[in-house]
């Protein structure tokens, strides 16, 4: 008994070191931010898109993407089928928030479906719609944003059906709607989100320390599975496996997928690498996704090795190069184009692979190229830029490194946010190396 309060008293502190709520108020602060998205965004958004009727359908264990964001914080699925109503009356300034299901969706949506008085939930939807008489009724359904495209062919089916034929010319897709939900933040979500990626930035330096690594022993498998350990400690998730890799003088650059599908596993992690991870994790409904760099200090080394320095600071270049060419309503395609022309007009070789991050990690929004895909994507990366989203600055640049006769690759990736007042990193951004173990001063070593 005394080991375990011992053990809950040490994961407490850490919790507490680290800022994270209890699940409780987790949930006061979801329901929060959902209100406030509720009331104040989701009007602005509907007026945006031209849609004054958004209709979202799902059943138990086989959510909406888009529905899923907006459960109430104590509803981890939605129950049996759920259908929300989203009425815009703009001329009236008001917004109606229904639920056709038996239960209220929460504090935010009441129920609007008494099955005593209409025991079929598809005519009592057709009533709300009747009785408001919309001009567009937007669906969840899109070829190319798969977190937009929630409703499920049997939903679709069956909601066509009931509806009325006078209707049916009026129902599109809800596309840019659903996108702009989930891409856009507001300004409480943003307080959040430095508060998510200083908790990331904070494991991961632990990660790269010698609490964790002991040159000689320790491999990059160790590292990874201790990085799900910690965030399972601290009560968090991570939404993808991290991942931990090496680079080093006596190994060849190998696969150009080497960091991405043919990474070996189980690499001992020696004194000279330069050590890479890319890690994430979720909390209060959003993400982040983060890489950075560390490096192994050889025996009588107190600080990486210049060309190492160096080839950090041409990584950094090419974040400035990138982020310096964003521009509201400027494509991802547009971005990607002039910031890879500019970063090898300098003489750098940038490779740029950014997409928007929030609700998901790998989210809906404006897409700055894949790793496969350097030439431009098409339809994700030809949507434009908005303001009040974040992005997953992801890159890297690759660096001719003499003195180990071979190419090394900067990887890089933070929380950017691009708001009114330009570009900003989240919680700042690596300019610097760690050292697996910290340089002791005191010691000489």
């Known amino acids: 008994m005394i080991r375990f309060f011992i053990l809950f008293l040490l994961i407490t502190l850490q919790i507490n070191a680290q800022q994270i709520l209890p699940e409780r108020q987790r949930a006061e602060v979801v329901d929060e931010i959902l209100a406030d998205r509720f009331n104040n965004l989701l009007p602005q958004l509907m007026d945006n898109s031209g849609i004054d009727m958004w209709v979202l359908i799902s059943r138990e264990y086989n959510e909406d993407p888009v529905l899923k964001t907006m459960l109430p914080a104590t509803w981890l699925n939605a129950r049996r089928r759920t259908i929300l109503v989203f009425y815009r009356n703009k001329e009236e300034n008001k917004i109606e928030k229904l639920a056709v299901a038996r239960y209220n969706f929460g504090d935010n949506i009441i129920s609007a479906w008494d099955k005593e008085k209409e025991p079929d939930q598809w005519k009592r ?75 990331t930035h904070n494991i991961i330096e632990e990660a790269f320390s010698e609490k964790v690594i002991t040159p000689g022993v320790t491999t990059t498998t160790d590292v990874e599975w201790w990085l799900r350990d910690k965030v399972k400690a601290l009560g968090l998730k991570t939404w993808f496996h991290p991942s931990v890799d090496v680079q080093r003088s006596n190994d060849g650059l190998g696969n150009h997928l080497y960091a991405f599908s043919n990474r070996p596993e189980n690499m001992v992690i020696m004194p000279g690498d330069l050590l890479h991870c890319d890690f994430g994790i979720t909390y209060l409904r959003l993400n982040t996704d983060c890489q950075e760099h560390a490096y192994v200090l050889k025996p009588g080394e107190t600080s990486p090795p210049k060309f190492l320095v160096d080839a950090l600071k041409d990584g ?100 950017g946010f691009w708001g009114k007042d330009g570009f900003r990193y989240v919680n700042g951004r690596q300019t610097k190396l760690m050292t697996i173990p910290r340089v002791m001063k005191h010691q000489g070593n």
């Not at 521009?327 to 002039?338: E, I, P, S, Y």
């Not at 998901?360 to 030809?382: E, K, N, R």
């Not at 003499?402 to 929380?415: F, G, Q, V, Y």
Request: aromatic share 8%; with cysteine; proline share 5%.
């Open 125 to 199: 939807l057709i009533q709300i719609i009747e009785e408001r008489n919309p001009k567009t009724i937007g669906l969840n359904y899109s070829d190319a944003f798969n977190i937009c495209d929630g409703i499920v062919k049997t939903d679709y089916e069956a909601f066509m059906k009931n509806l009325p034929d006078s209707f049916k010319p009026k129902v599109k897709s809800a596309e840019k709607l659903a996108i702009n939900w989930i891409e856009t933040r507001t300004e409480r979500e943003m307080i959040i989100y430095n508060q998510l990626v200083d908790i």
């Open 316 to 415: 950094n270049r090419v974040q400035d190069i990138f982020t310096s060419n964003f521009k509201t309503g400027k494509t991802g395609n547009d971005v990607l184009k002039a910031s890879l022309g500019q970063g090898k007009s300098e003489g750098l070789n940038p490779a740029i692979y950014t997409h928007p991050l929030g609700l998901y990690g790998h989210s809906s929004g404006t897409t700055l190229g894949m790793w496969d895909s350097q030439g431009g994507v098409p339809i994700t990366g030809d949507y434009p830029l908005h303001e009040n989203t974040v992005y997953a600055i992801e890159l890297n640049t690759t660096v001719n490194i003499p003195e180990w006769k071979r190419d090394i690759r900067i990887m890089l990736e933070e929380a």
